[in-house]
């Protein structure tokens, strides 16, 4: 069974062409690695996915949990399962994580039909899932993201996304490097939350992520096309070789 089927996906930003015919499958229990250079494409394929605005699907079709997904609203994307790691997260002053989390996994309930989780039940939720993230209460009382340093902005997104208990993980990485700290975070908790149910799609610049969050397929996003898909060996030969070895098999360098 396909989880996300992406066809022929192409996006604009303000007019340019960014996503020139995206194809990809992914299935439950799978990790997929995205790489490529800078500006390749990358973030704008995660945007498109989760439904950021600001950009325009111009062609193709995303099928998510056998729904058209470009025709849902985000926070409906959030409701089918789709949870995306942000590159720069926002900062809320007087919001705490806690109470962040919490709208956050009621309005999913809601839209599954689900009751509000009562004040007991969410405790015991968030005591299981800080447990399994190793995070500590006093991150979650303060104001989401404000003053967080790197590593604490993503082990608190990551604990959002264990909470959010996603179907589909989209981890879009900062192109500058996560400290190592921040790598362990992200892979550590991605792969407690990992199981043959949910799937994950790792977007990053570099290769050292996928020492940790081992991909089943890696793809080259270059020019907002996939131009080569392969084992996980594949991100350790670009490592290697650099992006120019794309280049040279599409027949552009001379
Ligand atoms: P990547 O994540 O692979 O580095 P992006 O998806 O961020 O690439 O960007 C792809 C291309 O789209 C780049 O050429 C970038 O300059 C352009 N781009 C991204 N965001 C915007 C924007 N808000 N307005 C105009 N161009 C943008
Ligand atoms: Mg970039
Ligand atoms: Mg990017």
């Known amino acids: 069974m396909i989880m996300l089927s992406i066809k022929n996906l192409h996006a604009t930003i303000d007019?340019?062409?960014i996503l020139r015919g995206i194809n990809l499958d992914?299935?439950?229990?799978?990790?997929h690695a995205i790489m490529g250079p800078n500006g390749a494409g990358k973030s704008t394929l995660a945007n498109v996915?989760?439904?950021?605005?600001?950009?325009?699907?111009?062609?193709?079709?995303?099928i998510f949990n056998g729904k058209e997904l470009l025709e849902l609203a985000p926070e409906e994307r959030a409701g089918e399962g789709l949870f995306l790691s942000f590159q720069y997260p926002v900062e809320i002053p007087g919001l705490s994580t806690t109470n962040f989390v919490k709208t956050a996994v009621n309005e999913v309930r809601k839209y599954r039909g689900q009751e509000p989780l009562d004040?007991?039940?969410?405790?015991?939720?968030i005591?299981?899932?800080?447990?399994?993230?190793?995070?500590?209460?006093?991150?979650?009382?303060?104001?989401?993201?404000?003053?967080f340093s790197g590593g604490e902005k993503k082990r608190n997104e990551i604990f959002q996304m264990a909470m959010l208990e996603p179907k589909l993980a989209i981890l879009d990485e900062t192109d500058s490097g996560l400290d190592i700290d921040?790598?362990?975070?992200?892979?550590?908790?991605v792969n407690k939350i990992k199981s043959s149910e949910n799937a994950v799609l790792a977007i990053t610049h570099y290769q050292r992520l996928l020492d940790y969050?081992?991909?089943?397929?890696?793809?080259v996003l270059y020019n907002g096309k996939i131009v080569k898909s392969g084992p996980k060996e594949l991100a350790?030969?670009?490592?290697?070789?650099?992006?120019?070895?794309?280049?040279?098999?599409l027949g552009e360098l001379q």
């Open 182 to 189: 921040a790598i362990r975070v992200v892979s550590n908790g």
């Open 236 to 249: 350790l030969e670009l490592e290697e070789k650099g992006y120019d070895f794309i280049k040279a098999e």
């Open 26 to 31: 992914i299935k439950p229990g799978e990790v």
């Open 15 to 17: 007019g340019k062409e």
């Open 119 to 125: 004040a007991v039940a969410f405790l015991k939720l």
């Open 127 to 147: 005591k299981e899932k800080m447990a399994l993230m190793e995070i500590n209460q006093s991150l979650l009382s303060r104001s989401l993201n404000e003053g």
């Open 213 to 219: 969050i081992v991909p089943d397929f890696v793809h």
């Open 49 to 62: 996915l989760t439904g950021r605005p600001g950009y325009e699907v111009t062609e193709g079709s995303v």
